[in-house]
């Protein structure tokens, strides 16, 4: 089965604030100045506004009093030489330091610079605006003028007007991804490399398009702390390629546990999930009472009753692949199908009710993947919600670490953490998915892909990534209201 089959092509690094100021510092000592590399950020940024808006006569930079400021002066700058009228709402409450005080210092006095209160800005005309309020000195949260002024630029924005974002949209939490209020930019230019907040919860909400400006830094040896996977791979790698001269044999089993009174759904989908997603067999195992509708549903599915089968039964060979939790419930029968899971060393999918047990009593796995939402990563490790969102990278390698295992932290972007130190986010913000049963949905793609690849870790990015690119093709033709989760599974190529 195939491995390692990710190109590097399609692998976004990304990188925290530590490691960007740490090549900031370093370029800065390899040049010998920093105010050079200012002004190539705001060089390249001129260079991208020229390239979208070619015709534009006027333009509305807003700056803060940080350096992120200081890039937004020198696009003034650079604007009004080329004979664009700018006007310039400054939002700095002390006087600039360094390099952003150097490049106020050279815009300042420019006869094609205007600078205004920011309380005209919800007035102004120009059909681009330029967002350098905040960028990686961000520290939340917002004080009111902020908020003021980023409300006003979104209010722009709505109103027509081009925005774009200087190293981040303002107000957004690069190391988290959080925001309370942000900027709406249609395009970010970050410097160095991207930050891992554009990619994790509000910063795709934020973040149209990114474009990256390495600004000549040094190049430092250390590893990214995570990739992104740019969604163009999956055109390249369907869930499970299908190979000419294959038979049922080729694609593996997947056994879906779970359906107690009540769920039966959520074990039906998770198990017409791995079927469809390309595992060559697919058993489910569940009450009794589930039976018919699951044979009706897709009779692809070999339904065995768990009154009347134990879970080796459904087994076909030592890789046979479990998917254990979708609807298990927590009830005296979901605790013995768990104990009789414990006893076994399937490559294992624990997912939902599962993650109740795992926590309650662990299993030791060569190939274990755990696909929590926040709240059951929160309980995998004894932590509230709220911290386990303002870094859910770690919140997943934490995971990944003390169970030994893959995770696939849920949400409106994806991580996948592996033991290794591996880790991928994956996906866009998709609210058709914000229903229960995409979760389900997931399991069993996961189970097919863990029944195909070779690596566990790779079979969960697969399946994240494709489960979220067949949502959005989904939701395009069905609607983001309407849209099922089990019907991305008619998406998946
Ligand atoms: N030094 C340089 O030459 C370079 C700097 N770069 C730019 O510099 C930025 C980083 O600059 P800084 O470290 O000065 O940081 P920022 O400019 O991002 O932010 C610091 C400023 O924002 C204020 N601030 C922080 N949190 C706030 C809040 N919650 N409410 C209101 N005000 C708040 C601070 O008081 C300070 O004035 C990068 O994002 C990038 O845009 C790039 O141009 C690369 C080169
Ligand atoms: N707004 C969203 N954007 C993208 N994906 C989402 C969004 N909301 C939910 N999802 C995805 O849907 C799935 C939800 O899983 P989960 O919370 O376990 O739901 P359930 O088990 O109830 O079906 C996850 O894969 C998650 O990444
Ligand atoms: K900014």
């Avoid at 940080?66 to 002066?73: L, P, T």
């Avoid at 694609?251 to 759904?265: E, K, L, Q, R, S």
């Avoid at 009347?308 to 087994?315: E, K, N, P, V």
């Avoid at 994806?414 to 609210?431: E, H, T």
Wanted: glycine residues 10%; aromatic residues 6%.
């Amino acid at each position: 089965m195939p491995s390692v089959l990710l190109p590097q092509r399609f692998l976004r690094p990304l990188f925290d604030i530590a490691g960007i100021r740490a090549r900031e510092q370093a370029s800065f000592a390899h040049e010998g100045a920093s105010f050079p590399m200012m002004l190539r950020a705001g060089q390249a940024l001129y260079g991208h506004i020229l390239r979208r808006q070619p015709n534009i006569a006027q333009l509305a930079v807003v700056v803060g009093g940080g350096n992120n400021g200081g890039d937004g002066w020198i696009v003034a700058y650079l604007a009004a030489q080329d004979g664009i009228q700018v006007r310039v709402y400054d939002v700095a409450n002390s006087p600039r330091k360094g390099d952003a005080k150097l490049a106020e210092e050279q815009a300042m006095g420019h006869p094609r610079i205007e600078v205004r209160s920011f309380h005209e800005l919800e007035y102004d005309s120009a059909a681009v605006i330029v967002d350098a309020l905040l960028g990686i000195g961000f520290q939340a949260p917002l004080s009111d003028m902020y908020e003021q002024v980023i409300g006003a630029v979104n209010q722009l924005s709505a109103q027509g007007a081009w925005v774009v974002s200087v190293d981040c949209p303002s107000g957004l939490d690069l190391h988290s991804g959080q925001a309370t209020l942000a900027v709406q930019a249609d395009l970010v230019v970050t410097f160095i490399g991207d930050k891992i907040g554009h990619y994790l919860q509000d910063g795709p909400v934020y973040c149209h398009e990114i474009v990256t400006e390495n600004l000549q830094a040094v190049d430092l040896s250390e590893q990214p702390q995570a990739y992104f996977l740019e969604p163009a791979a999956l055109d390249h790698f369907p869930p499970c390629q299908r190979r000419l001269n294959s038979h049922k044999g080729t694609y593996g089993h997947v056994t879906v546990i779970g359906g107690d009174h009540g769920f039966g759904g959520a074990a039906i989908m998770a198990s017409e999930a791995a079927a469809k997603a390309g595992a060559g067999t697919v058993s489910l195992l569940t009450q009794e009472t589930h039976l018919m509708a699951a044979l009706v549903r897709n009779p692809n599915v070999m339904a065995v009753s768990a009154e009347l089968a134990d879970i080796r039964a459904t087994l076909r060979g030592e890789q046979s692949v479990l998917v254990v939790g979708p609807g298990l419930g927590r009830s005296a029968w979901s605790k013995s199908v768990w104990q009789q899971c414990q006893s076994l060393s399937q490559p294992t999918v624990v997912d939902a009710d599962g993650l109740y047990w795992l926590g309650l009593s662990s299993v030791q796995l060569d190939q274990l993947v755990l696909t929590p939402h926040p709240g059951e990563a929160a309980r995998l490790l004894e932590k509230d919600v709220k911290e386990i969102l303002q870094d859910l990278p770690r919140a997943a390698s934490e995971i990944a670490n003390r169970y030994q295992a893959v995770v696939i932290l849920k949400g409106a972007t994806s991580v996948v953490a592996s033991p290794d130190g591996r880790l991928m986010i994956v996906g866009k913000p998709c609210p058709g998915l914000a229903k229960g049963g995409s979760g389900d949905v997931l399991s069993g793609m996961v189970g097919a892909c863990l029944a195909f690849y070779q690596d566990a870790y790779e079979a969960a990015v697969m399946a994240a990534a494709w489960h979220n690119k067949a949502a959005q093709a989904c939701s395009a033709k069905i609607g983001m209201v309407a849209m099922q989760p089990y019907q991305l599974l008619d998406y998946l190529e």
